[in-house]
């Protein structure tokens, strides 16, 4: 028999009732109801196929409260049934159809408003066994059969090279309780911990105590090092701060001789300069004076082409794609262009040719070898090596006297100058004959 304030403890809804006389009476007999149910014989009852989580069960019935009873159902899981009303700290009281007992259940279904879904997580796997956890999650998918009838979560999961069954059974129970949750399903449900020795005594966000003990053992050592050192460098300063009237004067001295040395150093490299920019006057001199008037500057055009036949535009933007499209369809692929430019003045009827490096002599022996594509090509354009005038005009002397002659034509070159029929018609000093006539 317990006294009254423990029976009020125990049965909250027991001060809903202002008559203190019927109030005594119904917690005398709820109490003679549980020292019978606790005298009678305990029976093991397994909880969906865990061999080593067990519950206990009394032959008689419990009674909670409006007809609820405490009784274990067929598949073995601990649960109070008919509308348990249970008292509420903020409602008062608050009436479900069913309780479930499990440790891991109630710890879940307390924090997981409160916390996050990894710190749930984390704090289940480190606390709770395999066999707790696997057992929480057959009474969820018992219990909850029918609404989660078709739910992915409720496969049986396996241990792998990843993770462990029961790490994907933890996920699983809490992923079917955002189920349940947007289902409405929780509001008619209490979990509940029979064996309160088997909860953890923290939050999942919550530190815990051992650890920050640990941490402020470790804290304190190394703040005591610190201390040490600071000591030691102390000692040092010290003893330095009493040298160091001594280094001063030794300092001064030696940056008064250093500035000395600095003077004399800097008035040798000011002659040695003087003498150096002489020379390459010099130098300079010499080499203009032999260089001879009216000669060409050599340029390298070892990755220079041509392009013929691209349209003029004021808008550079638009004729130099053009390019860059024409040597694509001849290269099959994107060819790097590092600079291009048009040759002679604008002028809208015409298209001045235009001078394009590469930026590999590689793709400019692609581009010239094959250059007959450029048939298949929209546009008319032509591709030529950029060579020297000399060589220009060599290569169309060579290609007019062929002509000529397979035009059964007089043919004579004498000079770099090519006369058919006896009229000079190019030479290699000014080109052609009629354009300078």
């Known amino acids: ?41 305990e029976v093991p009852v397994n909880t969906a196929g865990a061999a080593s989580r067990t519950s206990t069960t009394s032959s008689n019935t419990y009674q909670a409260s409006d007809g609820a009873s405490d009784s274990t159902d067929v598949s073995g899981f601990r649960t109070f049934e008919s509308a348990v009303s ?38 289940v796997l480190t606390f709770f066994s395999v066999e707790d956890i696997c057992s929480a999650k057959k009474m ?15 496969t049986e999961r396996r241990s792998s090279a990843v993770r462990q069954v029961h790490e994907a059974e933890v996920e699983d129970i809490i992923g079917i309780f955002d189920v349940l949750d947007t289902q409405h399903m929780l509001d008619r449900y209490v979990f509940t911990a029979i064996d309160l020795r088997k909860l953890p005594k923290f939050a ?26 600071v000591s030691q460098l102390q000692e040092k300063v010290n003893t330095e701060s009493q040298d160091q009237s001594v280094s001063h004067k030794n ?19 000011d002659c040695r300069l003087e003498q150096i920019s002489a020379v390459c006057r010099q130098s300079l001199a010499s080499t203009s004076d032999r260089t001879v008037p009216g000669q060409r500057a050599e340029v390298d055009r070892s990755m220079n082409i041509v392009v013929f036949g691209i349209a003029e535009d004021r808008n550079a933007a638009v004729w130099r794609q053009s390019v860059q499209n024409a040597l694509d369809h001849v290269s099959s692929q994107h060819v790097d262009i590092v600079d ?14 235009i001078v394009v490096k590469l930026r590999s002599g590689w793709d400019r ?33 060579d290609r007019l006297k062929a002509r000529a002659e397979r035009a059964g034509q007089s043919v004579s070159v004498s000079d770099g100058i090519l006369s058919v029929d006896g009229v000079e018609v190019f030479s290699l000093s000014n080109g052609h004959a009629n354009r300078h006539g």
């Open 365 to 397: 022996r692609i581009l010239l070898s094959r250059r007959s594509t450029l048939r298949t090509y929209p546009d008319r354009v032509f591709l030529a090596p950029d060579e020297s005038l000399d060589v220009r005009r060599q290569h169309t002397l």
């Open 251 to 269: 300092v001064s001295s030696l940056s008064q001789e250093l500035d000395k040395k600095l003077t004399s150093l800097n008035a040798r490299i």
């Open 140 to 154: 969820l998918a018992y219990e909850f059969s029918t609404v989660l009838a078709n739910c992915p979560l409720l």
């Open 204 to 229: 999942p966000e919550e530190s815990n105590l051992g650890a920050v003990a640990e941490r402020q053992v470790q804290l304190e050592s190394s703040v005591e090092k610190l201390m040490q050192c």
């Open 1 to 41: 028999m317990l006294c009254r304030d423990c029976e009020l403890f125990r049965f909250p809804y027991l001060n809903s009732n202002n008559n203190e006389s019927s109030t005594m009476k119904a917690s005398k007999s709820r109490s003679t109801r549980l020292a019978s149910a606790s005298s009678a014989e």
């Open 86 to 123: 249970i008292s509420c700290k903020s409602d008062g009281m608050k009436t479900v159809d069913k309780i479930l007992c499990d440790e891991v259940l109630a710890y879940v279904s307390y924090y997981r408003d409160s916390s996050t879904a990894e710190s749930i997580r984390r704090v």
């Open 340 to 353: 291009l430019h048009r040759v002679g003045r604008y002028d809208q009827n015409k298209m001045r040719p």
